[in-house]
């Protein structure tokens, strides 16, 4: 209990409550109710009641002076004893106090004929025809032991007697020597209690004195839902004559009372009262004027015959009170339900009262964060709303009679505080958006509303407004239909929906008519407001969409109240999810259709992309990894291609978490949004952010007209398209628009423009928007060159120290893994297949198969190695076919091309059985190029290419890489220069701080020295090479210069590409191999120019040369392919005619 206390009941309610109980007196208060609140209160202040005399003291402390003063003097056994005698006290002091009062009234009346009789018996009325009385409890054993309510700490307690205990019925004693009378028959010697003859009940004599006050009477219940969960009441089903009936046993009821329909229905005999009695019901006063003297009740088949008065109630047909309890000395033990009556005959009878058959279940208001089910949707429950609310197909629609003219009124007048108070919920709503000025000719005034927390609520009084509105016919639901649909349920949880109406904005054109006036201005609102005639059935329409599906199965909607339903509570786990998942934001299904169509990934390339996608936003998606899980085990090395349905699972997840909360969030308009948009021949696709969350995918296919639209236009169409879809959360905020098409970035200052694109700025001008450059490959793991890895060059160091010579005159590299390192120790690649070949079964069925003339295209020669063509067949050997792929890929001389050029790189001396795919599984897998390399193909677009050059190196392609880590040496550039013909390239490494005669020096060496004086120079419009030196030199070469469109690298295309794979290769060097960049730099260049080129079919080497350069991976090839005369020139025709 005290941990609870301190976990639940806040400090300073307890500090309030030990105040309270420490000034705590009886005043007014019985002592049953002074009890009640001793009780309650004395919980929260233990340290002063920790003993039982301790608790007796401050008990007395607190009651009236002459009971305080009466008790003081006795010593008590305990504190139960104390409170009997008090109560005793307090009873005798009340009889004192009544025959004091009906002597006043008996000298007043004297000279009357008419005398007051009182009538008791079993057939006696329920209170006496002429004036108060009082009748003795003989037991106050009532027993209650529900904490919850009335604060008894869950001990055995005495209940509270009548509320006037005037109405115990006295013994009326003559005066003197004369003899006691009866009041019932009138003869001396006994009294009307205790008179064998029936009661007088209809020849009862009345008071003609009218200024006599009625009897009182209270009753506290008066329904079964309200009386069953009361702690000092039991409720059960007797007969009453013979007619079941519902029962309510309450000790707090001063009378026993009979509901009037059950007399009506069942014809049970009535008597009016002689006066009538005033009774006391939960937040009423009637007046009872009848009563029913022969009603039997039977419990336990005893009868007890009962006077009971007849009242109003709603479902309880009887209620016995204090005077029927007392009269049968009945003791309620409430926390049992045990209840014990004594009948007339002395028989005692006991029995236990079932659970009331009313379920209605309270519910213990908890913490939104004590519901585990809510805290997986904390979006469905935020703090506060944060803005506009999304547009929907239903919008509140305000359509007036034909003829009306705009109704506007002055603003009432306010008091400073309501003023106050008018221009801080004004300047809120203007926040978020709910409200905007205006210049509308309607107005209404403004008024405040006091809520329950006694706050107050600005309303406008649109009653001018709705007196021309045509009323909206939409059903509203019937109360009780909805309850009759809850029947069986035992688990409910209720939902109201914050600000509800500020959820549904109003049609556009209807707004101004929302116009209100205060005195700080004309505004309209652009969500729904109070005080609106048709906005209840507005908002029912559109809950009864969101909930359709769920109507009369598990939810009950009323307007902004939602009620969720259940029989069992893990039913109801599973119906209030379902709801809350229609309460949460979602994106629209058209506008992620890229996403949700997205095509199951084939290769490992696929999966890649997809995963790269997903993995932006992982931070969003809880257990990301889990879920992938399946997809990036296919990304390992030496794991076979193979889509499971694991692997299907995991994809269709993370398509559904990527357009479902948490990566969608419901858009702030206080605070700025990022739209990233891009554009291909394909569509156009679109992507709304907010603090690095995604709000909306958007996305569309391209129109016929706009195929023909230029690069430039339709990216500008692709940020058009934005904001126009947008508009609504884009207008009128701070709007940060990424596009990977840099020229986008000077639209503003760009001179000349078409009409297309004048008529899209003029749209863009109305937005606070500025566009950024986004490089469309940003998403690639941090740039490589940055990092530094170290190679262990333990393989080498058992080399002989004269072939390290040489290989370093040969500007050789000994790297961590190659064959090279394991030159000396092992066999050539070509001894190694011979020597696999020799027990390959394969191989040695393709032997059979020649001898047979089945193997077409397959050789034996004299070694008895079998060969295709050219090409020499490797066996079924994982290991060696490992190695010759690693020689391709991983060496210096190769430095990580793409599956399609180790390929064809290796076709032309190897083949075996599926080499196309394992080498594309080998590179898919590959972790460098994982992390270093990014795709760059991108659909064709409408493509001007530059013309092609008749001969080699006559038109050549030049730029600068800049911004690179600056090496020991001194370099942080790179000079790339590209024949246009055969795709040969030099890498010059340079520094930013170069001269013009210093690049104009390297350019004769590395350039002019090797391929002569070329033709035509393209490049950009860099200062390197728009100085006048530059064009000087150029000139006197002979030689033009041809410059790129100013912020449109793609004019030089084919520079553009050299450099990403320059950059990619780079990348590969410093991570696998290690040291500058500068000195990997001319084993980049080899690679490269000894690599296949698609678009050449052939390296840029061979293109050059006849034949591609000699590499490690044939380090045993020798002789040289011999072309004499006329043949050379006949063999680079050929060359050049293939090139074009």
Same mark, same amino acid.
């Given at each position: 209990?005290?941990?609870?206390?301190?976990?639940?009941?806040?400090?300073?309610?307890?500090?309030?409550?030990?105040?309270?109980?420490?000034?705590?007196?009886?005043?007014?208060?019985?002592?049953?109710?002074?009890?009640?609140?001793?009780?309650?209160?004395?919980?929260?202040?233990?340290?002063?009641?920790?003993?039982?005399?301790?608790?007796?003291?401050?008990?007395?402390?607190?009651?009236?002076?002459?009971?305080?003063?009466?008790?003081?003097?006795?010593?008590?056994?305990?504190?139960?004893?104390?409170?009997?005698?008090?109560?005793?006290?307090?009873?005798?002091?009340?009889?004192?106090?009544?025959?004091?009062?009906?002597?006043?009234?008996?000298?007043?009346?004297?000279?009357?004929?008419?005398?007051?009789?009182?009538?008791?018996?079993?057939?006696?009325?329920?209170?006496?025809?002429?004036?108060?009385?009082?009748?003795?409890?003989?037991?106050?054993?009532?027993?209650?032991?529900?904490?919850?309510?009335?604060?008894?700490?869950?001990?055995?307690?005495?209940?509270?007697?009548?509320?006037?205990?005037?109405?115990?019925?006295?013994?009326?004693?003559?005066?003197?020597?004369?003899?006691?009378?009866?009041?019932?028959?009138?003869?001396?010697?006994?009294?009307?209690?205790?008179?064998?003859?029936?009661?007088?009940?209809?020849?009862?004599?009345?008071?003609?004195?009218?200024?006599?006050?009625?009897?009182?009477?209270?009753?506290?219940?008066?329904?079964?839902?309200?009386?069953?969960?009361?702690?000092?009441?039991?409720?059960?089903?007797?007969?009453?004559?013979?007619?079941?009936?519902?029962?309510?046993?309450?000790?707090?009821?001063?009378?026993?009372?009979?509901?009037?329909?059950?007399?009506?229905?069942?014809?049970?005999?009535?008597?009016?009262?002689?006066?009538?009695?005033?009774?006391?019901?939960?937040?009423?006063?009637?007046?009872?004027?009848?009563?029913?003297?022969?009603?039997?009740?039977?419990?336990?088949?005893?009868?007890?015959?009962?006077?009971?008065?007849?009242?109003?109630?709603?479902?309880?047909?009887?209620?016995?009170?204090?005077?029927?309890?007392?009269?049968?000395?009945?003791?309620?033990?409430?926390?049992?339900?045990?209840?014990?009556?004594?009948?007339?005959?002395?028989?005692?009878?006991?029995?236990?009262?079932?659970?009331?058959?009313?379920?209605?279940?309270?519910?213990?208001?908890?913490?939104?964060?004590?519901?585990?089910?809510?805290?997986?949707?904390?979006?469905?429950?935020?703090?506060?709303?944060?803005?506009?609310?999304?547009?929907?197909?239903?919008?509140?629609?305000?359509?007036?009679?034909?003829?009306?003219?705009?109704?506007?009124?002055?603003?009432?007048?306010?008091?400073?505080?309501?003023?106050?108070?008018?221009?801080?919920?004004?300047?809120?709503?203007?926040?978020?958006?709910?409200?905007?000025?205006?210049?509308?000719?309607?107005?209404?005034?403004?008024?405040?509303?006091?809520?329950?927390?006694?706050?107050?609520?600005?309303?406008?009084?649109?009653?001018?407004?709705?007196?021309?509105?045509?009323?909206?016919?939409?059903?509203?639901?019937?109360?009780?239909?909805?309850?009759?649909?809850?029947?069986?349920?035992?688990?409910?949880?209720?939902?109201?929906?914050?600000?509800?109406?500020?959820?549904?904005?109003?049609?556009?054109?209807?707004?101004?008519?929302?116009?209100?006036?205060?005195?700080?201005?004309?505004?309209?609102?652009?969500?729904?407001?109070?005080? *609106?005639?048709? &906005? +209840?059935?507005?908002?029912?329409?559109?809950?009864? @969409?969101? #909930?359709?599906? /769920?109507? =009369?199965?598990?939810?009950?909607?009323?307007?902004?109240?939602?009620?969720?339903?259940?029989?069992?509570?893990?039913?109801?786990?599973?119906?209030?999810?379902?709801?809350?998942?229609?309460?949460?934001?979602?994106?629209?299904?058209?506008?992620?259709?890229?996403?949700?169509?997205?095509?199951?990934?084939?290769?490992?390339?696929?999966?890649?992309?997809?995963?790269?996608?997903?993995?932006?936003?992982?931070?969003?998606?809880?257990?990301?990894?889990?879920?992938?899980?399946?997809?990036?085990?296919?990304?390992?090395?030496?794991?076979?291609?193979?889509?499971?349905?694991?692997?299907?699972?995991?994809?269709?997840?993370?398509?559904?978490? *990527?357009?479902? &909360? +948490?990566?969608?969030?419901?858009?702030?308009?206080? @605070?700025? #949004?990022?739209? /990233?948009? =891009?554009?291909?021949?394909?569509?156009?696709?679109?992507?709304?952010?907010?603090?690095?969350?995604?709000?909306?995918?958007?996305?569309?296919?391209?129109?016929?007209?706009?195929?023909?639209?230029?690069?430039?236009?339709?990216?500008?169409?692709?940020?058009?398209?934005?904001?126009?879809?947008?508009?609504?959360?884009?207008?009128?905020?701070?709007?940060?628009?990424?596009?990977?098409?840099?020229?986008?970035?000077?639209?503003?200052?760009?001179?000349?423009?078409?009409?297309?694109?004048?008529?899209?700025?003029?749209?863009?001008?109305?937005?606070?928007?500025?566009?950024?450059?986004?490089?469309?490959?940003?998403?690639?793991?941090?740039?490589?060159?940055?990092?530094?890895?170290?190679?262990?060059?333990?393989?080498?160091?058992?080399?002989p120290w004269e072939l390290c010579q040489e290989f370093e005159r040969l500007n050789l590299g000994i790297v961590s893994k190659g064959f090279v390192a394991a030159l000396e120790a092992q066999p050539t690649l070509f001894d190694q297949v011979r020597e696999a070949q020799v027990n390959d079964p394969d191989i040695q069925e393709i032997k059979k198969n020649m001898r047979r003339g089945k193997a077409i295209g397959f050789v034996e020669d004299e070694q008895g190695t079998v060969w295709l063509g050219e090409r020499i067949c490797v066996p079924e050997n994982k290991e060696l076919k490992d190695t010759i792929m690693k020689e391709a890929h991983e060496t210096l001389y190769s430095i990580h091309p793409r599956s399609t050029k180790m390929y064809q790189d290796l076709k032309q001396q190897f083949w075996w059985a599926s080499m196309r795919r394992e080498i594309a599984e080998y590179v898919a897998l590959c972790d460098v190029c994982q992390r270093v390399k990014a795709e760059h193909q991108k659909p064709a677009g409408l493509l001007q290419p530059l013309k092609i050059p008749e001969w080699k190196w006559e038109e050549i392609?030049?730029?600068?890489?800049?911004?690179?880590?600056?090496?020991?040496?001194?370099?942080?550039?790179?000079?790339?220069v590209v024949d246009r013909l055969t795709k040969v390239a030099h890498f010059i490494p340079v520094k930013t701080t170069y001269t013009g005669n210093k690049l104009a020096e390297l350019y004769m060496a590395r350039v002019v020295c090797l391929h002569g004086v070329p033709k035509k120079i393209v490049s950009d419009r860099g200062s390197q090479f728009t100085s006048k030196f530059w064009q000087k030199l150029q000139l006197e070469l002979g030689t033009r210069l041809n410059f790129s469109t100013a912020y449109h690298p793609q004019t030089d295309g084919q520079t553009e590409r050299v450099n990403q794979i320059l950059e990619d290769m780079l990348r590969a060097c410093v991570l696998d191999f290690g040291g500058s960049w500068d000195k990997n730099l001319p084993y980049a260049e080899f690679s490269y120019n000894n690599s296949y080129q698609a678009s050449l079919q052939m390296a840029p080497y061979e293109a050059l040369y006849g034949r591609k350069c000699r590499t490690p991976l044939l380090w045993d090839q020798t002789g040289e392919r011999q072309v004499f005369g006329t043949d050379i020139l006949r063999q680079a025709e050929?060359?050049?005619?293939?090139?074009?």
């Amino acid at each position: 209990m005290a941990a609870f206390k301190k976990t639940h009941i806040p400090t300073g309610v307890v500090a309030l409550k030990k105040r309270e109980f420490r000034a705590l007196n009886q005043g007014s208060r019985s002592v049953t109710e002074y009890l009640h609140d001793f009780n309650r209160l004395a919980r929260y202040a233990p340290e002063d009641v920790r003993t039982d005399e301790e608790r007796q003291e401050k008990f007395l402390e607190g009651l009236n002076d002459e009971l305080s003063y009466a008790l003081m003097s006795t010593d008590f056994r305990d504190f139960q004893q104390l409170v009997d005698k008090a109560i005793r006290q307090e009873d005798k002091y009340n009889r004192m106090e009544q025959k004091k009062h009906r002597a006043a009234q008996f000298k007043a009346q004297q000279g009357s004929n008419q005398r007051p009789r009182l009538v008791t018996g079993p057939q006696a009325p329920p209170y006496p025809q002429g004036g108060s009385s009082s009748v003795v409890c003989p037991q106050r054993q009532f027993y209650n032991n529900n904490t919850g309510n009335r604060g008894n700490d869950n001990r055995n307690t005495v209940a509270r007697p009548a509320a006037t205990p005037a109405q115990n019925q006295p013994v009326r004693k003559e005066q003197g020597s004369k003899p006691v009378i009866c009041f019932n028959c009138g003869d001396p010697g006994h009294y009307a209690d205790k008179c064998p003859k029936p009661r007088r009940v209809k020849n009862a004599p009345t008071p003609n004195n009218s200024n006599v006050p009625a009897p009182k009477a209270r009753v506290n219940h008066v329904a079964a839902a309200e009386a069953q969960n009361a702690p000092d009441v039991v409720l059960g089903t007797f007969p009453v004559n013979s007619i079941p009936a519902t029962v309510l046993f309450d000790s707090g009821a001063t009378h026993s009372f009979l509901s009037k329909s059950f007399a009506s229905n069942h014809g049970m005999e009535v008597i009016s009262l002689g006066r009538p009695l005033l009774v006391n019901t939960p937040g009423n006063q009637v007046f009872s004027t009848q009563y029913c003297p022969s009603a039997t009740i039977e419990i336990e088949e005893v009868p007890f015959p009962s006077s009971l008065i007849l009242l109003e109630s709603k479902d309880l047909d009887v209620i016995l009170g204090m005077d029927w309890l007392s009269r049968h000395r009945g003791v309620i033990d409430c926390a049992n339900r045990k209840v014990t009556l004594t009948s007339s005959n002395g028989e005692t009878v006991s029995f236990f009262v079932s659970s009331p058959k009313y379920h209605g279940v309270i519910l213990n208001q908890v913490a939104l964060q004590e519901i585990p089910i809510v805290q997986d949707y904390p979006d469905v429950f935020p703090e506060d709303l944060p803005g506009m609310p999304p547009k929907r197909d239903i919008e509140f629609r305000i359509d007036l009679v034909p003829g009306t003219n705009p109704i506007h009124k002055r603003p009432y007048r306010m008091a400073a505080n309501e003023l106050a108070e008018v221009k801080r919920q004004v300047d809120d709503l203007l926040q978020k958006g709910y409200i905007r000025p205006s210049t509308s000719p309607w107005g209404a005034p403004v008024i405040f509303v006091e809520k329950k927390d006694h706050t107050q609520r600005m309303c406008v009084d649109y009653r001018a407004l709705n007196e021309v509105t045509i009323k909206n016919k939409y059903p509203l639901p019937r109360i009780d239909d909805l309850f009759d649909q809850l029947e069986g349920a035992t688990v409910f949880s209720k939902i109201d929906l914050r600000s509800g109406y500020h959820q549904l904005r109003i049609r556009e054109e209807d707004i101004p008519k929302t116009a209100f006036t205060t005195r700080y201005g004309l505004f309209e609102c652009t969500v729904m407001s109070f005080g *609106l005639t048709n &906005a +209840p059935a507005f908002f029912m329409n559109l809950m009864n @969409k969101v #909930f359709m599906e /769920y109507l =009369d199965k598990f939810v009950v909607v009323f307007i902004d109240d939602i009620l969720i339903y259940s029989k069992t509570k893990e039913e109801h786990e599973e119906h209030l999810r379902l709801a809350l998942e229609k309460l949460r934001v979602a994106v629209d299904p058209s506008n992620v259709e890229s996403v949700l169509s997205w095509k199951q990934p084939k290769t490992v390339s696929e999966i890649r992309s997809f995963l790269g996608l997903a993995g932006y936003y992982c931070r969003f998606i809880e257990n990301f990894s889990k879920i992938a899980r399946p997809m990036t085990r296919l990304l390992q090395k030496e794991v076979k291609y193979k889509w499971t349905e694991d692997c299907e699972r995991s994809f269709q997840e993370l398509k559904k978490r *990527l357009v479902t &909360a +948490p990566v969608l969030i419901l858009p702030d308009s206080r @605070k700025g #949004f990022q739209v /990233y948009c =891009d554009a291909s021949r394909l569509g156009l696709g679109c992507v709304l952010m907010q603090e690095g969350k995604v709000v909306a995918y958007a996305s569309r296919q391209l129109r016929p007209h706009e195929n023909n639209y230029p690069t430039h236009d339709l990216e500008l169409a692709a940020v058009v398209h934005a904001l126009k879809i947008w508009r609504h959360y884009l207008f009128g905020n701070r709007t940060e628009m990424y596009t990977d098409h840099k020229s986008l970035k000077y639209i503003f200052t760009q001179p000349d423009l078409n009409m297309r694109q004048r008529r899209w700025l003029e749209l863009i001008k109305d937005y606070d928007m500025e566009i950024h450059y986004h490089p469309g490959k940003a998403n690639v793991v941090a740039d490589a060159l940055s990092r530094k890895s170290y190679c262990n060059m333990s393989e080498g160091r058992h080399l002989p120290w004269e072939l390290c010579q040489e290989f370093e005159r040969l500007n050789l590299g000994i790297v961590s893994k190659g064959f090279v390192a394991a030159l000396e120790a092992q066999p050539t690649l070509f001894d190694q297949v011979r020597e696999a070949q020799v027990n390959d079964p394969d191989i040695q069925e393709i032997k059979k198969n020649m001898r047979r003339g089945k193997a077409i295209g397959f050789v034996e020669d004299e070694q008895g190695t079998v060969w295709l063509g050219e090409r020499i067949c490797v066996p079924e050997n994982k290991e060696l076919k490992d190695t010759i792929m690693k020689e391709a890929h991983e060496t210096l001389y190769s430095i990580h091309p793409r599956s399609t050029k180790m390929y064809q790189d290796l076709k032309q001396q190897f083949w075996w059985a599926s080499m196309r795919r394992e080498i594309a599984e080998y590179v898919a897998l590959c972790d460098v190029c994982q992390r270093v390399k990014a795709e760059h193909q991108k659909p064709a677009g409408l493509l001007q290419p530059l013309k092609i050059p008749e001969w080699k190196w006559e038109e050549i392609g030049m730029d600068f890489i800049t911004g690179l880590p600056r090496t020991s040496a001194g370099h942080d550039s790179i000079w790339v220069v590209v024949d246009r013909l055969t795709k040969v390239a030099h890498f010059i490494p340079v520094k930013t701080t170069y001269t013009g005669n210093k690049l104009a020096e390297l350019y004769m060496a590395r350039v002019v020295c090797l391929h002569g004086v070329p033709k035509k120079i393209v490049s950009d419009r860099g200062s390197q090479f728009t100085s006048k030196f530059w064009q000087k030199l150029q000139l006197e070469l002979g030689t033009r210069l041809n410059f790129s469109t100013a912020y449109h690298p793609q004019t030089d295309g084919q520079t553009e590409r050299v450099n990403q794979i320059l950059e990619d290769m780079l990348r590969a060097c410093v991570l696998d191999f290690g040291g500058s960049w500068d000195k990997n730099l001319p084993y980049a260049e080899f690679s490269y120019n000894n690599s296949y080129q698609a678009s050449l079919q052939m390296a840029p080497y061979e293109a050059l040369y006849g034949r591609k350069c000699r590499t490690p991976l044939l380090w045993d090839q020798t002789g040289e392919r011999q072309v004499f005369g006329t043949d050379i020139l006949r063999q680079a025709e050929e060359k050049v005619k293939i090139i074009q």
